[in-house]
């Protein structure tokens, strides 16, 4: 009878130590659960914080893109450009139907600017003026000009200067027209008689 309280006593001891580990088993368990919670909080907050810095990134990015375009495109002409001008095109290349190579032009050229932007207003004979926003680019020596009065699409000319001075300008305008045929003038432009 003693060994078989022995034995009852030494199984109790066993069931009670089994059951004591298995708390601490699940204590030590909840404990890491609850850490590795903790973890991917931290994470989801890194990432968060990692997300909103490149948002903020890529608008300044954008915004100094805006910025240095507004600034070129709202600057004002240079002086040697301000004011009106006699112009005279002569076509060195085509490939548009209606033109060939020493057609002439002359047209009266005004250089334009206020807050919203650069204008060349354009008047040739017999013909009401047309404008054109201008736009300039970083070197100012090619300006790309978009008609300002059309609902369609049409496309740029781009005029680019190669010799700028107070008494001529010279250079070239290029024009994409109908049928994405190319138009290749050479400029020369005088100030206007007054």
């Known amino acids: 009878m003693r060994t078989t309280s022995l034995y009852l006593s030494a199984i ?16 030590e368990l909840d404990r890491r ?7 991917e909080k931290q994470v989801d907050s ?14 300044l990015s954008h915004i100094k893109t805006v910025q240095l375009d507004t600034i070129i495109m709202n600057a004002p002409w240079t002086d040697s450009l301000v004011g009106e001008w006699e112009s005279r095109l002569v076509c060195i290349s085509t490939t548009c139907r209606g033109y060939v190579i020493g057609d002439q032009r002359t047209e009266h050229w005004s250089f334009l600017s206020d807050s919203t932007g650069l204008y060349l207003e354009v008047t040739g004979k017999a013909k009401s003026p047309k404008t ?3 736009k300039a680019s970083a070197n100012r020596n090619e ?3 978009k008609e300002q009065e059309t609902e369609s699409a049409s496309p740029a000319s781009l005029l680019s200067f190669s010799e700028i001075s107070s008494r001529q300008i010279r250079g070239q ?3 994409t027209g109908a049928d994405n045929c190319k ?3 050479s ?6 008689s007054k």
């Open 132 to 134: 054109y926003l201008a």
């Open 187 to 192: 400029v020369l432009l005088t100030p206007r």
């Open 46 to 59: 890194i990432t968060k914080d990692y997300q909103a810095l490149l948002n903020m990134r890529d608008s």
């Open 183 to 185: 138009l290749v003038f």
């Open 173 to 175: 305008k290029r024009n």
């Open 143 to 145: 300006l790309t000009l």
């Open 33 to 39: 659960e609850a850490a590795l919670a903790e973890r």
């Open 12 to 27: 109790v001891i066993i069931f009670l130590s089994a059951c004591g580990g298995d708390n601490s088993r699940s204590v």
